[in-house]
């Protein structure tokens, strides 16, 4: 136990109370919330509802949780904002990914390998450094014609890295056929 830092915490809650027996405790919590959400507002890079890219893929070997996402936790999937926060840690987002999925290693859906996707996905946080705004690319373009650019594109800027997708459902295409429900094979 660090002693100094003990005193530091006594002395600011100290300062701390005597700042508050000049008001209620409601104005300045009152204060603390404007004062985060205008943060918020103003600086964050991202909000809820933004599209982003993944910029770098976590490191699996010291932070093995990450292991079992690792087939679609790569640089440029794209994922939803769906929570925006800032702290100590700086800004953080909670983001779902378009391509989570699970790897059905034992065949409970048809085929071994096979990447089977989540109807319900999961937040995954992310620091702002991990992530990268996506542009309204061609608008104009049906899904499917997106998908088909986005992934050209995306191929030619790591082509080890990105599989052909699906034009129906956007997962890595292949296997999937045998099980996509809206593939015409």
């Known amino acids: ?15 701390g109370t005597s ?13 603390l919330v404007a ?11 991202f909000h809820v509802g933004d599209r982003v ?6 490191d699996f070997d010291s932070a093995p949780g990450w292991l079992h996402y690792s087939h679609f936790l ?17 800004f953080r987002f909670g983001v779902a990914f378009d391509d989570e999925s ?9 085929v071994v390998g096979a990447f089977i996707p989540i109807e319900n996905k999961h937040e995954f946080s992310f620091g702002e450094d991990w992530l990268e705004p996506v542009e309204q690319a061609l ?23 990105f599989l ?5 459902c956007a997962q890595p295409a292949g296997s999937h056929a045998l099980w996509c429900r809206k593939s015409p094979t």
Request: hydrophobic share 40%; with cysteine.
């Open 19 to 31: 700042l508050l027996s000049a008001g209620p405790l409601s104005f300045y919590l009152t204060e």
């Open 74 to 90: 790569v640089p440029g999937t794209m994922a939803t904002v769906g929570t925006a926060e800032c702290g100590s840690r700086g």
């Open 139 to 161: 608008p104009a373009l049906s899904g499917a014609e997106t998908a088909y650019v986005l992934g050209a594109i995306n191929a030619l800027k790591a082509p080890d890295r």
């Open 35 to 45: 004062a985060h959400d205008l943060l918020m507002e103003r600086f964050a890079p």
């Open 102 to 110: 699970w790897v059905d290693e034992r065949g409970l859906k048809g």
């Open 1 to 15: 136990m660090n002693v100094d830092n003990i005193l530091k915490a006594a002395e600011y809650i100290s300062k």
């Open 164 to 168: 052909p997708r699906c034009a129906h």
């Open 53 to 58: 890219r993944l910029k770098k893929a976590p």
